[in-house]
């Protein structure tokens, strides 16, 4: 059965710290794995990743994919209040079949 | 170029009673999808449609059915709603990346 699973499933720190969420995959047919997060509405669109070692980055978040350990990380640096979210990550399929994990809930406090 | 939108936003049902969700994408995706969100659980796939005339179950579709009337439309039907449908429901459609609506609250009393 594909399944996502994230860790940890929640996580405070305070505001300038640096933040590590994990995701790990079990797949048949994988494609790629895409980053969301999720303030109050529906998710937007962070990062997509299909290659294995190549970081992603934008501003003070980066990604990055390791299809030997089947996971990735989504790092954040200098934590600010409004990155204060869930962050949910999602493993696509050949069948065009897109499974999210349970999501990080992420709290900065000032 | 609304995206994807879906009606309507909020709706409360009695038991055993139906109602289906509205789904409309403009950006000429094939891939739509209908997803669940409940606390604790993240998105939960129900049905998605990889283009249009076909569909397929998602890892939790017991007591929904879905439609896909054209590759703009993809609707979600709840034949005889059940209090473990109360949820936040999310249609998406995808390209590049997966583009979300707004999410429909569900309460089924």
């Known amino acids: 059965e594909d399944k996502v699973v994230q860790s940890p499933l929640s996580l405070v720190v305070h505001e300038g710290d640096t933040v590590t969420l994990n995701c790990s995959y079990e797949?048949?047919?994988?494609?790629?794995l895409l980053w969301y997060k999720q303030e109050k509405k529906a998710p937007t669109f962070l990062f997509m990743l299909?290659?294995?070692?190549i970081e992603k980055k934008s501003g003070r978040l980066s990604s990055i994919l390791d299809k030997k350990e089947l996971s990735s990380i989504l790092n954040i640096t200098a934590t600010q209040t409004g990155d204060s979210a869930i962050y949910l990550c999602?493993?696509?399929?050949?069948?065009?079949?897109?499974?999210f994990g349970q999501g990080t809930r992420l709290t900065i406090n000032p | 170029n609304a995206g994807v939108t879906q009606t309507p936003k909020f709706q409360v049902l009695k038991t055993g009673q139906s109602m289906t969700l509205q789904c409309a994408q403009d950006?000429?995706?094939?891939?739509m999808y209908w997803y669940r969100q409940d606390p604790g659980m993240g998105l939960r796939l129900i049905y998605y449609?990889?283009?249009?005339?076909?569909?397929d179950k998602g890892e939790v579709p017991n007591g929904y059915n879905v439609s896909r009337l054209n590759k703009r439309e993809f609707s979600l039907r709840l034949e005889s709603a059940a209090p473990s449908q109360t949820s936040v429901y999310f249609c998406?459609?995808?390209?590049?990346?997966?583009?979300f609506g707004p999410g429909t609250r569900l309460t089924v009393t």
């Open positions: 999602a493993g696509t399929w050949g069948d065009q079949k897109l499974v």
């Open positions: 797949v048949t047919n994988f494609r790629s």
């Open positions: 299909t290659s294995s070692g």
């Open positions: 950006m000429n995706h094939n891939s």
């Open positions: 449609s990889a283009s249009e005339g076909t569909t």
């Open positions: 998406a459609s995808a390209g590049y990346e997966q583009y």
